[in-house]
T-cell receptor, first 117, second 110 residues
Framework: GAGVSQSPSNKVTEKGKDVELRCDPI?????LYWYRQSLGQGLEFLIY????????KSGLPSDRFSAERTGGSVSTLTIQRTQQEDSAVYLC???????????????FGPGTRLTVL | EDKVVQSPLSLVVHEGDTVTLNCSYE??????LLWYKQEKKAPTFLFML????IEKKSGRLSSILDKKELFSILNITATQTGDSAIYLC??????????FGTGTRLKVLA
């Protein structure tokens, strides 16, 4: 596609339910990133994929959070047993080269606004 | 603990002014430093810096990194109202973890 897409754009769920957020990176981009931004807060890095593997998962806030990427393309971020503090905008980004490389440029998707009631 | 600190937290200037935004960091195994502009929801990538002393420039924006003193600055000359945004600094570590500062909120008045 032309850019990074995320779905759904908005998700309202009840506390305790599981949610799945999807990210479609730009075609051919090997690197994919998930971030979280709470109201009035800065960006919080969650996880980074190079291809299908994630070198460092320590940014995930708790074991209720998991992410996977298949086929080097689409990624899903799953939050189990959602809590009210999970409410935030979840942003996905992709880049064509390995993260931190000199030619790396990240392109962000529009985000998913998650509200946990 | 790895951390990135940005200053000032907020800044109000008039069109035509020049501003300098600061980003200092303490991380183990530094890989690169990035600057973003966030106007609404999704940040826009501005610069990636990996080497000290080499200025990156794009129009009225420029940035430089000092790996000895562990900081970077982002300069915006001849500011315009369209420059109003939150400017984010992030450091990438050796394990590809991105550590963000809280950002500098810039408002440019007409």
């Amino acid at each position: 596609g032309a850019g990074v897409s995320q779905s759904p754009s908005n998700k309202v769920t009840e506390k305790g339910k599981d949610v799945e957020l999807r990210c479609d990176p730009i075609s051919g981009h090997t690197a994919l990133y998930w971030y979280r931004q709470s109201l009035g807060q800065g960006l919080e890095f969650l996880i980074y994929f190079q291809g299908n593997s994630a070198p460092d998962k320590s940014g995930l806030p708790s074991d209720r959070f998991s992410a996977e990427r298949t086929g080097g393309s689409v990624s899903t971020l799953t939050i189990q047993r959602t809590q009210q503090e999970d409410s935030a905008v979840y942003l996905c980004a992709s880049s064509s080269t390995r993260a931190g490389g000199p030619r790396d440029t990240q392109y962000f998707g529009p985000g998913t606004r998650l509200t946990v009631l | 603990e790895d951390k990135v600190v940005q200053s000032p937290l907020s800044l109000v200037v008039h069109e035509g002014d020049t501003v300098t935004l600061n980003c200092s960091y303490e991380v183990t195994n530094f890989r690169s430093l990035l600057w973003y502009k966030q106007e609404k929801k999704a940040p826009t990538f501005l610069f990636m810096l990996t080497s000290s002393g080499i200025e990156k420039k794009s129009g009225r924006l420029s940035s430089i990194l000092d790996k000895k003193e562990l900081f970077s600055i982002l300069n915006i000359t001849a500011t315009q109202t369209g420059d109003s945004a939150i400017y984010l600094c992030a450091v990438v570590t050796g394990t590809y973890k991105y550590i963000f500062g809280t950002g500098t909120r810039l408002k440019v008045l007409a």
